[in-house]
């Protein structure tokens, strides 16, 4: 009777467990088909990793991907060594600095400012127009008003080593920026840099949170020693940022009046609907403007990076030099673009 017993009992905790490994197995398919996904997120340029850090705090956490990235975007924001992005960077010619940026999910919920000036986080500014406006992009003193209105402080961003930077240019101000500064043929010596050290160097995030929700931000001071005015790609949707959840993501950096003839993040996306892999996309894009004049595409700089929906990622460049940031459960790192011209 007794070993009756222990048969039953061993059988019914042998059919328990199959019970619950089928159960455990339904609930990982059922978490797949919900889109549960491994977080990632990737950034133009060595400097993006820092960003990514920051960022990633949030999404292993489990938070949005957009908290994330506004967050990682604050990093080179705040930097006063940073003399493209935010708090430190160069000014426009009349010695204003102005910044650019925009933010935007997988739904093309979408937020943008444009030549905001004193503030010294631009990319929450663009996170508050997309949640709290109808509107799409603000700029100028109207994004600067909207700004204020939600408790922005105004701050002096003209840090002294750009101000004597830009007091230096005063003194030809000619306008011959150097598109291709990232080349590490000019690392260690700026002076040879006619018109400045650092013309464009954008920070573009892209990101996918544990839901399977994607985003981008994309944030700069834009390209130093500019007309007063001027806006580059950086704030455009379509142009320095897109995001459809169906498909990826794609950010930019570079001569951003180039990138806005192409509408080039957009192109990359629309790539990847098509079926090229992250990279291929952003080859493609880059040679839709090396083709358009071949012999100016030698003395300028495009760089794209994309993310598709299942977290692969790529970047492709006009010249060597393009470098990005990867951050995820497996890896973190900084790679350089595949170029055009070698």
Known sequence: MS????????????????????????????EKQQGTKDPVVISTWD?????????????????DVIDALEKGAHVPEADP???????????????????D????????????VAALEHI?????????????????????????????ANGFKKQNL????????????????????????????????????????????????????????MGGACTTSGAAWKMRGRVGDSPIIGAGLYVDGEVGAATSSGLGEEVIRTCGSHTVVELMRQGFDPEAACRKAVERIVNRDPERAKKLQVGFLALDKA????????????????????????????????
């Open 3 to 30: 070993q009756r017993r222990k048969f039953l009992q061993t059988s019914l905790a042998g059919a328990l467990a199959v019970l619950w490994q089928r159960k455990s197995l339904a609930a990982v398919v059922k």
């Open 47 to 63: 400097f993006g990793k820092a960003a990514n850090a920051e960022a990633w705090k949030i999404l292993v956490a489990g938070g």
């Open 81 to 99: 060594n940073n003399q493209t992005v935010g708090y430190g960077g160069f000014p426009d010619r009349d010695g204003k600095v102005t910044l």
């Open 101 to 112: 940026a925009c933010i935007m999910d997988g739904a093309l919920n979408c937020g943008s």
């Open 120 to 148: 010294m986080h631009p990319i929450s500014v663009a996170k508050l127009v997309m949640q709290k406006t109808p509107h799409v992009m603000l700029v100028g003193e109207g994004a600067l008003q909207f700004a204020l």
């Open 158 to 213: 003209l840090t002294p080593a750009s101000e004597k930077a830009w007091k230096e240019w005063l003194k030809t101000s000619k306008y011959e920026p150097v598109i291709n500064i990232e080349n590490k043929a000019w690392q260690g010596d700026k002076k040879k840099l006619p018109g400045g050290p650092y013309n464009h160097d954008t920070i573009g995030l892209l990101g996918i949170d544990s839901t399977g929700k």
């Open 311 to 342: 977290g692969n990622y790529g970047a492709f460049a006009i010249h060597k030099g393009f470098t990005y940031s990867v951050k995820n459960g497996r890896e973190e790192k900084v790679l350089e673009a595949k170029s055009y011209f070698s």
